[in-house]
């Protein structure tokens, strides 16, 4: 093994390469000079020099030479006095010139710092030894087998060292401040699981099952934003994998540097617009990594075969771009055509490599994220869940308030909806509960007309044709004299049933409209579904305030149940996509089938159909948290049977040969194929290692 040390640096993988720099210039020796004839003492490698690690062996075998040439009398000169011996007798210690005189492992053997690893890829990152973080140069990515597993930046010793002691000396005052309702309390136990999910993630993923209700707000929304705020100082082991624009036409390459060959699920986001919470460029990583923890804990998807990955196509928030310690790329982002070029080429990337996967889109910008879906749905198994997801979870949880009001789901088709956010995620939330009026006997006009929906500049109309992309055309109200009218003047006018929030703007619905929304309904629906909590247009409390304990109530974000006046205790849904997306996604790739429309009203069905009695009692409109397993199996179920009405089920998928069976023969095949954490047996047998 070469010499170790902290002067130089020479950093290879057996059988790889090696890369290496000059030791810094030394003392001079107090030695007679070395005679010409004697081979010179092997030079440190010019900066930045490549070789062979075949090249270090050599290099092993000349210093030893050297060294034992080094010991040997110089041969006498004919011409000159006798041979002085006195330089191999020096007069005192501080003398010796250690060259070749001392032990291998001598001071002055130090400064050239050689590390020989055989490991590549993620056992080089999380191994204390080798690993240097995003302190490794493209070079060393390369050779290493890492790129793709480190954020893009690269960093020195110096820069790395500033962070943490800014961390160490400040603590936690180092980072920004959590948006309400999460609490400090939330960041630390945020900390404390990711702690753990380094450490053993069977254990984690059993406590996050076990415990869902408790631990889902902390890994998933609302903790999650500050996650994705401070990721970039509070990074420590890398997951998932980041591609950036510097690394366009490397993508292919790059995939297979994550080392597992099946991968079930994706989510990829490029972090344009992270939970209302705006672009948070590379640090929306956090996002899919919370989502795939949901992924596994609700939808039975083994933590091996998932990936999350960032798309880091530059960011528009220059505060962010300026912060030293951001990982992310440093300049605007990439847009046009130039950003297409590099979705595709991820989406042709990770789907070669891993061509069963599921991917889904997460947090892109509504300004690209309904064309990506349509670019891709129709050759992939590919959903974008704040638009389809989102709009399903909208359908199940009006189904649901039909039940809390004794009504059947085709009582839909009587509803009239006022919708705040005319984003992708509301439109996709428009689109599919109009298709949801469809099934039970509207026409598409009919449906549409049933929909009220305001921008941030009011009431939209026709009269913006020119402005509104085709998907909000469509639902634009044809009275333009009414263009850009207030909210409250749009419920008294439409006089709603339903309240729908899709704005992430905040405390936009007041007590004047609440309490509108009760003179006008007995049972007022009301669900802000932006997240955050931050990002909501109303809490539960206040909405049961202004109502007089009469709305049925769904946030996008977890909240407490509300206790009225009389005593009596109403609960407060949370409208989470949490109860769509993984059953989904699992019966998606059970089936290795495109997602379809009708996939999405079935899903809807499964999880108003999987409320129990009791929920519906206290006013619920969504499955409890410790069902969600239970629900996403059901979920699952329906979509495979629709898939199989459709006949897009793959011949030699994981369902093909149990098509012709009974329900619950299906739904006993998926529950048995969801991931359960377990300390399983280590060894072949216990009787042969007791």
Not at 412 to 432: N, P, T
Request: hydrophobic share 40%; net charge neutral; charged share 20%.
């Amino acid at each position: 093994m070469l010499p170790t040390g902290n002067a130089g640096s020479l950093l290879c993988h057996a059988g790889e390469h090696v890369v290496g720099r000059p030791p810094p210039p030394r003392a001079p020796a107090r030695r007679a000079p070395i005679p010409p004839e004697r081979p010179p003492w092997p030079p440190a490698p010019p900066a930045g020099a490549l070789f062979p690690a075949a090249a270090v062996a050599a290099l092993r075998l000349q210093r030893l030479a050297h060294r034992r040439l080094s010991q040997a009398p110089p041969p006498p000169d004919p011409g000159g006095p006798p041979a002085d011996d006195s330089r191999a007798v020096p007069a005192a210690a501080d003398q010796v010139d250690f060259r070749g005189v001392t032990p291998y492992y001598g001071p002055q053997e130090r400064d050239f710092h050689v590390q020989i690893t055989p490991k590549l890829g993620l056992d080089v990152l999380t191994d204390p030894i080798y690993n240097r973080g995003i302190g490794f140069r493209l070079h060393h990515r390369e050779r290493l087998r890492v790129r793709g597993l480190l954020p893009p930046v690269e960093s020195t010793m110096e820069e790395q060292l500033g962070g943490f002691m800014n961390i160490f000396r400040e603590g936690t005052r180092t980072l920004s401040a959590p948006p309400p309702p999460v609490t400090k309390q939330n960041v630390r136990q945020w900390l404390l699981l990711r702690d753990m999910h380094d450490r053993n993630e069977t254990l984690y993923y059993a406590a996050l099952i076990r415990h869902i209700r408790e631990l889902a707000p902390v890994v998933y929304t609302p903790t999650v934003g500050w996650a994705a705020l401070n990721y970039s100082r509070i990074l420590r082991r890398p997951r998932g994998m980041y591609f950036s624009a510097s690394d366009a036409g490397h993508f292919a390459s790059m995939a297979h540097n994550f080392p597992r060959d099946e991968v079930d699920a994706i989510v990829v986001t490029d972090g344009s617009r992270i939970l209302g919470l705006g672009d948070l460029g590379a640090q929306g990583i956090a996002i899919p990594i919370g989502k795939l923890d949901l992924y596994v804990a609700a939808g039975g998807f083994h933590p091996e075969r998932v990936l999350p990955i960032v798309l880091d196509v530059g960011t528009d928030n220059a505060p962010l771009r300026a912060r030293p310690d951001y990982i992310g790329c440093r300049h605007p982002r990439v847009r046009g055509q130039a950003y297409l070029d590099l979705v595709d080429e991820l989406v042709s990337a990770v789907m070669a490599r891993w061509p069963n996967a599921v991917l889904q889109f997460e947090d892109f910008h509504s300004g690209v994220a309904y064309g990506l879906l349509q670019r891709y749905r129709n050759h992939h198994v590919v959903f974008n869940d704040d638009i389809q997801g989102t709009a399903a979870c909208a359908l199940a949880g009006i189904y649901g308030a039909m039940r809390v009001m004794g009504r059947p789901r085709a009582a839909i088709a009587e509803q009239r909806f006022v919708v705040c956010g005319k984003g992708s995620a509301g439109m996709g939330v428009v689109d599919v509960l109009a298709r949801g009026m469809e099934r039970h006997g509207l026409s598409r006009r009919e449906a549409a007309r049933r929909f009220w929906v305001l921008g941030s500049k009011g009431l939209v109309t026709t009269k913006q044709r020119g402005a509104l992309p085709d998907y909000v055309l469509e639902f634009a109200r044809e009275e333009e004299e009414r263009d850009g009218m207030p909210l409250a003047d749009v419920i008294r006018m439409a006089r709603p049933t339903v309240l729908l929030g899709l704005t992430a703007a905040g405390k936009t619905w007041t007590a004047e409209h609440l309490a509108e929304m009760a003179r006008l309904n007995e049972r007022p629906i009301v669900f802000p579904m932006s997240n955050p909590t931050s990002k909501m247009e109303c809490t539960a409390a206040e909405a049961q305030e202004h109502t007089g304990g009469r709305a049925i109530f769904a946030g996008g974000s977890p909240q407490d149940p509300v206790t009225l006046p009389d005593g009596r205790v109403v609960a407060s849904s949370q409208a989470n996509n949490m109860v769509i997306f993984p059953g989904l996604a699992l019966g998606a790739h059970l089936a290795r089938c495109p997602i379809s429309d009708d996939m999405l009203m079935v899903a809807a069905e499964a999880v108003s159909d999987a409320l129990s009695d009791d929920v519906v009692t206290r006013g619920g409109t969504y499955p409890e948290p410790e069902d969600m397993r239970e629900t996403a199996s059901r979920v699952a179920l329906a979509v495979i049977r629709q898939a199989e009405r459709e006949g897009t089920v793959k011949a030699g998928s994981h369902v093909a040969n149990f098509l012709g069976a009974g329900d619950a023969e299906l739904l006993s095949f998926i529950q048995r194929s969801m991931y359960t954490p377990m300390y399983g047996p280590i060894f072949p047998s216990a009787a042969q290692h007791p």
